[in-house]
Each structure stands twice: as C-alpha cells, then as structure tokens.
C-alpha cells in the first residue's frame, strides 16, 4: 500500500508538471511525458524490457480526455473539415495498427532510440524551420494523403505521442490555414491515442513483467492519477504562456527537447 501511495503521490506531481508545461508550450502532452516517464520508471521498479511500451501505451492513453474536449471545441467553431479529415483518419488508422503490431516485438532500446530521434528531430525543426517548408498549394487527396497520414500514425503510435507535433507543420506546408491545420491535429490525437491505446492494451494482454494495476501496456494507476492534474495544471500553463514571449517560448522548448533527446540516447550507450 505504501508503494501505491507513493506512487499516486509522484504521478500525480508529474500531471501537475506536464501539464503546466504542455499549456506554456502550447503542445500535446506526450513529448513532455514520455521523458519524464523514462526517467522515473526505472528507479520505481518497472521492469527494463517493458519500460517503454508501458511509457508509450500509457502517454497515448492519456491524449483521449484532451483530444476529445479540443477536437469538440474546433468542431463547434466550424474548423474542423470533416471531409478531408476522414481521408487523413484512414491513414492514421492504418499507421497506428501497424505501430500496435509493432511494439511488441520492439525492444525498450529500439522503442528509446526511436523517441529520442523523434525528439532532437521536432526540436531542430522548431528552432530553425520558421515556416520554411512548402510541399504544395493546397493538401493532397486520396491516396497521397492517406499516405501521409499513416507515417504519422505509426510514428505517434512508436513515440507515445498524439501525432499533432507532425501534423500541423505538415499540413501547414500544403498551405492549409492554421485554423484549419491545428483541427485536424487535435483530432488525430482523438484517432491515435483512442486506437493506439487499445491496441496496446490487447498487444500486452498477456506480456510479462508488466506493473500492478496495469491493462495490457497501460498502466491504469497511472492514467487515473494523471488525467485530471493534467486537466487543473494545462490552463494555469496557458495563461502563463500569454505573459512571455513567443520566441522565447519557441527556442526555449527546442533547446528542452535536443537536450532531453540526446541525454536519453547517451543513456543507450552508458
């Protein structure tokens, strides 16, 4: 009981923190989660060849409650286009099933790498893309875009995370206005981690070495625990974020994720 009380107690710290620090930075939750999991999964005991897959399954578990409530609201103001996003919702599903057939059979090294790589990637891109890239005048169609779409539906499903850090930037580069580009992002989050999620709860199913209280690869202790400090902290993160200056903002969260990314791949090979 003891080791559950701590356990609450830390998790619930750790929704306060990722929380706030998605709302200042203005992302998904999951670039910020998954390093803080990876560092203290280890020293609370959960076993190496699973960490990441519990990390992953866990994170993209808890994109749901967000994603629902940001895909709502942008589908209230009328930016959410339902027509192109069923196109992209077909690649991502594809990705995704792909990715929950994937991880299994991945190993905590590969699955590490892979996130790390993610990271340094979005961060550099972050710090010096500054809206450079353009792949077309208006977003592909029907076979391009589902192709599109299934990369980043893997990708999300790999590194625990909701898929928005790649589709913004993407679609903003077909020169999709970024209304329209930051919907469609929200809702892949809404695809991702709902079906993301339950793959990984079926993929684990009957994995070994797995924590207490876990449901396949998601660990229930932890997604109850975080959800609603996530909740209370995001919005005091906004707000803070209103005061300081967006540039700022911009390289310090670049800096934040080359720095986590290559520490966590110099911890590969230490």
Request: a positive charge; glycine letters at 12%.
């Amino acid at each position: 009981m003891d080791d559950l009380l701590l356990r609450i107690i830390i998790f619930a710290v750790v929704g306060l923190i990722s929380g706030f620090v998605a709302g200042l930075f203005g992302i998904g939750g999951g670039t910020v989660r998954m390093p803080i999991f990876i560092y203290l999964f280890p020293w609370l005991g959960v076993a190496h060849p699973v960490m990441m897959h519990v990390a992953a399954a866990t994170s993209l578990a808890l994109i749901i409650p967000s994603a629902i409530t940001s895909t709502r609201k942008h589908y209230k103001l009328g930016d959410l286009d339902m027509k192109l996003f069923k196109t992209w919702a077909i690649g991502l599903l594809i990705g995704v099933a792909i990715g929950s057939i994937l991880l299994p059979f991945s190993s905590t090294e590969i699955l590490q790498a892979l996130f790390s790589i993610y990271i340094i990637l979005v961060g550099l891109y972050i710090a010096f893309s500054h809206g450079r890239f353009c792949f077309g005048q208006e977003p592909p169609k029907g076979a391009k875009m589902v192709g599109i779409s299934s990369v980043v539906g893997f990708i999300a499903a790999m590194t625990g995370t909701a898929g928005g850090t790649l589709t913004t930037p993407i679609l903003s580069a077909f020169n999709m206005r970024l209304e329209r580009a930051i919907a469609i992002s929200a809702a892949t989050g809404l695809i991702t981690g709902t079906v993301g999620a339950i793959g990984y709860i079926i993929g684990g199913w009957n994995a070994k070495d797995l924590p207490s209280y876990s449901l396949g690869y998601v660990d229930i202790i932890i997604f109850l625990v975080m959800m609603p400090t996530v909740s209370i902290a995001a919005p005091i993160g906004v707000s803070v974020s209103h005061k300081m200056n967006e540039k700022t903002l911009q390289i310090t969260y670049a800096i934040l994720l080359i720095v986590i990314g290559a520490d966590l791949l110099r911890r590969l090979y230490v």
